[in-house]
């Protein structure tokens, strides 16, 4: 079992940057793959960016595809979501979450997840 914590969200206004963290604990962080999945008030959870345990494979959402980068470093059991040129569409509360067994885009591949850190771009 893991535990996810999320930090770096904040208030950013459009044009800026944000690095998003996920640290994990408890069981050995690169056994999992790992994605960011985001909220938006009144919408479905909705894939983001996954990697592989390894993290040599990525794999971004259209949406956020050229300005988001997924990364991880197994030695500090830390993920990260990098997210630059922000729009005020991706206000959101974004979620980190674990697999056990696949780098999927469905939130229901996913066995562990964090609490979530809002992100809020003002136009």
């Known amino acids: 079992q893991v535990q996810l914590v999320e930090s770096g969200g904040g208030l950013v206004q459009a044009g800026g940057s944000l690095r998003l963290s996920c640290a994990a604990s408890g069981r050995t962080f690169s056994s999992y793959a790992m994605g960011w999945f985001r909220q938006a008030p009144g919408k479905e959870r909705e894939f983001a960016a996954s990697i592989s345990r390894s993290g040599g494979m990525t794999y971004y959402a259209d949406s956020v595809k050229g300005r988001f980068t997924i990364s991880r470093d197994n030695t500090k059991n830390t993920g990260y979501l990098q997210m630059n040129n922000l729009k005020p569409e991706d206000t959101a509360v974004y979620y980190c979450?674990?697999?056990?067994?696949?780098?999927?885009?469905?939130?229901?591949?996913?066995?562990?997840w964090g609490q979530g850190t809002q992100v809020t771009v003002s136009s």
């Open positions: 979450a674990a697999s056990e067994l696949k780098q999927g885009t469905s939130q229901y591949e996913y066995d562990y």
